[in-house]
C-alpha cells in the first residue's frame, strides 16, 4: 500500500478557485474510481487559509504510477499551473 500527503500552497486567494475547479471538473470522481484508488480526498488548513491538503492512498505504488499517466490528470495539471504556486508531497 502506498499513502501520500500532498500539500499544495495556492497563489494569493486561490485556493477556493481551485477546488471549484476540480470539483466542477469531476476530477475527485473519476480518481476514485481508478483501479487501486483507496482514499483521494482534500483538506483544509484552518489556520492558512492557501494551504489543501490531499491525502491519497492506493493499493500500490504500481498502481498509484499508473494513475499518474492518465489523460485526466492532464487536466488537473492545468488547474494546478492556473491556480498553485507550490506542490509538496510525503510519502508514507
Given at each position: 500500500?502506498?499513502?501520500?500527503?500532498?500539500?499544495?500552497?495556492?497563489?494569493?486567494?486561490?485556493?477556493?478557485?481551485?477546488?471549484?475547479?476540480?470539483?466542477?471538473s469531476?476530477?475527485?470522481?473519476?480518481?476514485?474510481?481508478?483501479?487501486?484508488?483507496?482514499?483521494?480526498?482534500?483538506?483544509?488548513?484552518?489556520?492558512?487559509?492557501?494551504?489543501?491538503?490531499?491525502a491519497?492512498?492506493?493499493?500500490?505504488?504500481?498502481?498509484?504510477?499508473?494513475?499518474?499517466?492518465?489523460?485526466?490528470?492532464?487536466?488537473?495539471?492545468?488547474?494546478?499551473?492556473t491556480?498553485?504556486?507550490?506542490?509538496?508531497?510525503?510519502?508514507?
Open positions: 500500500m502506498l499513502t501520500l500527503l500532498v500539500t499544495y500552497t495556492a497563489k494569493a486567494g486561490q485556493r477556493d478557485a481551485f477546488l471549484q475547479a476540480v470539483l466542477q469531476g476530477l475527485p470522481e473519476r480518481i476514485r474510481q481508478e483501479d487501486g484508488c483507496l482514499r483521494y480526498d482534500y483538506f483544509l488548513s484552518a489556520e492558512r487559509p492557501d494551504e489543501i491538503l490531499l491519497e492512498q492506493w493499493a500500490s505504488p504500481e498502481q498509484q504510477e499508473i494513475h499518474l499517466r492518465q489523460p485526466h490528470m492532464a487536466r488537473l495539471q492545468q488547474l494546478k499551473t491556480y498553485i504556486a507550490e506542490t509538496a508531497v510525503q510519502r508514507l
